[in-house]
């Protein structure tokens, strides 16, 4: 193990709350020590018998017990508060009246924390400790401050100058229970984080863990978490009523921690603030056989999550139609239909959910953005002006033929970038391969007016094919045309020339 490589670390004071006239108390098997680099972890204990003795179960106050921790120079400590309890009186009856019908063990089900029998956290403020109150019935609501920065110590679990990483509140049952799920209502002081004060804060993450059966806490498995803000400026307003929740596969234990993980920030101190902290624990053995009924209630229908899907329509909803082909944008206008008709169908089937969020990112991803069509207009304009008198019936028909091709991409809505590119390609292809027809041979009994000159249509210049190539500024295959053109048209220059000589 890591920590046999350390010195000696230091057992960290923990807490737990008994009710007055409790028959006995079950202190933690573990408890957090803190090594000289700053790890803490749990590490087995070992109770002194005479600290247990002094724990007076019928007194109210507070008792201290010493223990020896494994890894640790200095003592375990545990505080046990032996407080009232709310569901009876002050004053034990030392002789209850028997019960000739005992009252059945009831199973752990439904919402379980009021009936943990301990209660232990790994870290508090002196002035905010986390008993009684974690599990006290006191939600936010709009009582709580709506100003930044209010007292509420008397009502959370507070660790401002305590929080660390790894921070945890524990509930232990006398028995096993099966628990799916929990919440928890967290709560900043201020409307918005502020790293430049600190202060009580919403964890930057968190996480539920149980005590398995080979004694060991493990994560839950399957878990999804969701993370509400109480604060001045929401409190328990959205749509949660402020809760925090986590849901899981279903474990058996008889203990459950509540892991956090408070912010930071460069020179600032932050803490964390718990009002309430849920378990819920499902049915674990089946119900007897009901009596037939000739009509029974039917099975309420299984709750149906929508949120995957409104995330999807939000994030969807940015999308531009103008940046997309006719056809993909289609597709995607009838996906997010459907998206949003399921949403607005509170009798939609989860089934039904999953397949309307798939089609939508489906469609989502396959749009196809318009093409870019700058170099093919300006290519194709210069392709136009060229008359293919002046060139072979093979080259020009080439020329044709591409041209015709282009001024089809280029009406076409649904073209593609890709379709752009490869007409561009063959526009200048066509071009570079223009051959001039054979100069014709010269007639002695005519005078050529203007020597310079020749009939007819002139050839495409340089000029001009520079200008349809190096106008989009990048085409390699464009200088490849210019030069092909010059050495063309400087042919025929000679050729006319030395047959008029």
């Excluded at 049952?173 to 009580?200: I, M």
């Excluded at 203990?255 to 460069?266: G, I, K, N, Q």
């Excluded at 002046?390 to 041209?403: G, I, M, N, P, Q």
Aim: net charge negative.
């Amino acid at each position: 193990c890591a920590w046999q490589s350390q010195t000696a670390g230091a057992a960290q004071p923990i807490e737990q709350t008994v009710y007055q006239n409790s028959k006995s108390v079950a202190l933690p098997s573990v408890v957090p020590v803190r090594f000289p680099n700053g790890m803490l972890d749990d590490r087995t204990v070992m109770w002194d018998e005479a600290s247990v003795a002094g724990v007076k179960l019928d007194t109210i106050g507070d008792y201290e017990v010493s223990g020896t921790a494994e890894g640790s120079s200095s003592q375990a400590k545990i505080t046990v508060h032996v407080v009232a309890d709310p569901n009876g009186g002050a004053d034990p009856d030392p002789e209850p009246t028997p019960d000739p019908k005992p009252e059945p063990d009831t199973p752990l089900t439904g919402w379980i924390e009021g009936r943990a029998i301990d209660t232990t956290v790994s870290a508090e403020a002196s002035w905010s400790p986390a008993s009684g109150k974690l599990n006290d019935g006191v939600l936010v609501d709009d009582t709580w401050p709506s100003d930044d920065d209010a007292d509420v110590n008397g009502r959370v679990w507070g660790s401002w100058g305590q929080a660390s990483a790894g921070m945890y509140a524990q509930y232990t049952w006398s028995k096993e229970a099966t628990v799916d799920s929990s919440r928890v209502q967290f709560w900043a002081n201020f409307a918005e984080r502020n790293d430049a004060k600190g202060g009580l804060d919403v964890p930057d993450s968190w996480k539920i863990q149980y005590l398995a059966s080979d004694g060991i806490w493990k994560d839950v498995e399957n878990a999804q978490y969701s993370t509400v803000r109480n604060s001045p400026a929401s409190r328990a307003s959205d749509d949660a009523q402020g809760w925090s929740v986590a849901t899981f596969t279903p474990v058996k234990t008889t203990s459950l921690r509540l892991v956090l993980d408070p912010p930071t920030a460069e020179g600032v101190t932050f803490g964390l603030a718990v009002a309430e902290w849920g378990v819920h624990a499902a049915e674990s053995t089946p119900d007897p056989e009901p009596t037939p009924d000739p009509d029974p209630t039917p099975d309420p229908e299984p709750s149906v999550d929508k949120s995957r899907l409104e995330s999807a329509i939000n994030a969807a909803g940015s999308v531009q139609q103008a940046n997309f082909t006719p056809n993909s944008w289609k597709a995607f206008s009838e996906a997010m239909g459907n998206a949003q008709k399921v949403y607005a169908d509170e009798s939609a089937t989860q089934d039904q959910v999953d397949a309307a969020i798939k089609q939508l990112e489906e469609a989502q991803q396959t749009l196809v953005k318009k093409a870019d069509t700058t170099e093919l207009k300006t290519v194709l304009d210069q392709a136009q002006g060229v008359s293919g008198d002046l060139y072979t019936e093979a080259s020009a028909k080439k020329l044709a033929e591409a041209v015709d091709a282009a001024s089809k991409v280029l009406n076409d809505e649904n073209a593609t970038q890709a379709d752009a590119d490869a007409a561009v390609k063959q526009l200048t292809e066509a071009i570079a391969g223009l051959e001039l027809k054979p100069a014709p041979k010269p007639d002695d009994d005519k005078t050529d007016p203007k020597p310079n000159a020749k009939p007819g249509n002139k050839p495409v210049s340089k000029s001009e094919v520079s200008a349809a190539i190096s106008s989009t500024g990048s085409n390699v295959i464009g200088i490849a045309v210019v030069g092909m053109i010059v050495l063309l048209t400087g042919a025929a220059i000679m050729l006319t020339r030395r047959n008029r000589d």
